[in-house]
Structures are given as C-alpha cells and as structure tokens.
C-alpha cells in the first residue's frame, strides 16, 4: 500500500479541503510526528477518523481500439504496459483452452504457477477446477476457454485494485465478445462483481441463480482454490455447476 491516498468515512466538505490541502504539499504520513498530531487530525479537528492507505493508483494510458481478430488482441495483450502489473510479471496469462468454447470460465488474476507458465489454471486449483468440470462432461480440451480478469499477477497474490481491473477488463471484454460462448462461469469475488455488474455484493448473494453478461448467460460461484481452504462450500459449487450445466443442455 502506498502513502497518499486515503479512504475516510465521516469527513465534511471543509474537513476533506484540508486534508487534500495537507496532501498536495507533502504531507507523507499517516501517523503523527512524536508530540503532534498527523494530517488526518488536523483536517478533522482532532476527531476519531478511520484511515485506510492504500498504493497510489496508476493512471492507465488511454486504452487503444482493440484489435477485432483474437491472435491480433492476444498479441497486444502480451505486450501490454497499461498498469503497474506490467512491471513485475514474468509473462502476460491470456488464456487456455479452445476459442469455439461453449463455456468460458473466467477467474480473477494469475498466480505463481501461472505467472511461470503464462497458462491461467495450472495450480492445485487449477487441477481441482478440471476435475470438477470433468464431473459434467466439460474440459478445456474440447469445450471450455478459460482467462482472468486481470492477465498479469498481482505482487504477492494480492487482490487486484480498482486501476488494475480498469486498465485490463476490456481485454477481457473483447475476448468474450470474440469467443461468444453459450455461457459464462465466473469463480471469485472480483469476476462474479465485475461481470454483473453489482459492485461490492457479496459472492454468496451473487450465486445460486442465472445471471446475465451481454445477453450470455452467467452463472457465479466460489473460486476452486477457496473450495481448497474451505471444503464445506464444495456443494455450493456443485450446485452452480448443476445450474451451469442445465443451461448448457438447454442451449
């Protein structure tokens, strides 16, 4: 997290000026010097604010006319530079899979498995999701296309930030535009938020129904490496893979 920018709940108009004021000429720290009081206090009056500093976002370059064949778009995805990511990746993750999918499944950053092999899904996780789309008849062998919503590692695993999914999400736009599925699985948090459109709702409100992504039907459920640390919520997910398949039939 870096120093600079704040999330504050319970600021006036006034309040905030001044913090924005104490901001732009150098205030570099959340905490108060030895004796004093830190910029937050003094914005506020003294009064009891809670502080969260995240890192200072990365301006995304504006974002060029996408490339309207899918070896053209992966090419420009792999030579990306439009946020921070770009600088600490070993290789771009595009995608796996095949391109006349019936289902993309489409989950939320690279990790360090995939990061080493620029496949998305190479993991315990990754194996674990296989086995669990085999159980309905599905692989990405012949039926399934598999990305993230961001295409390089976030540092540490971290959750991806807001910048983050800005400057990446319309490679994932238009690959889903290009695969044209019969339907999408989302797995996570930030693609089941992200592709409905829902904001900060949480997952297991988000799960359990039929959603929809651009008239494709979309089904949300929990990440298979959540499923590994929490094993009660596998019937949760046989559930949704349940519905998923039921739509497929019907398709």
């Not at 000429?25 to 030895?34: E, M, S």
């Not at 690959?175 to 949480?202: C, H, W």
């Amino acid at each position: 997290m870096g120093e600079h920018e704040l999330f504050l709940e319970g600021l006036t108009r006034e309040q905030a000026l001044k913090l924005a004021e104490a901001a732009r000429h150098g205030a570099a720290a959340v905490a108060p010097p030895q004796g004093g009081r830190s910029p937050v206090e003094s914005a506020t009056g003294g009064g009891s604010v809670v502080a969260r500093a995240t890192a200072a976002p990365a301006t995304a370059s504006p974002l060029p006319v996408l490339p309207a064949s899918y070896d053209e778009l992966r090419a420009a995805a792999l030579t990306c530079t439009r946020c921070r990511l770009s600088e600490t990746r070993t290789q771009v993750v595009f995608s796996d899979g095949v391109i006349d999918a019936r289902l993309v499944v489409v989950g939320e950053a690279p990790g360090a498995n995939e990061d080493e092999t620029g496949l998305p899904f190479v993991g315990a996780a990754g194996k674990y999701l296989d086995l669990l789309l085999s159980s309905v008849g599905l692989s990405r062998e012949d039926s399934v296309y598999i990305c993230n919503v961001l295409k390089c590692r976030p540092p540490g695993n971290r959750n991806p930030m807001e910048d983050e999914i800005e400057a990446c999400s319309p490679f994932l736009k238009k690959q889903l535009e290009l695969i044209r599925p019969q339907a999408l699985l989302a797995v996570g948090s930030f693609a089941s938020q992200l592709l409905t459109g829902s904001g900060k709702v949480a997952l297991g409100k988000l799960r359990g129904e039929v959603h929809s992504y651009e008239g494709v039907p979309l089904v949300c459920t929990y990440h298979p490496a959540a499923l590994l640390r929490n094993p009660k919520w596998t019937r949760s997910f046989w559930d949704d893979l349940q519905l998923l398949r039921n739509l497929l039939d019907s398709a």
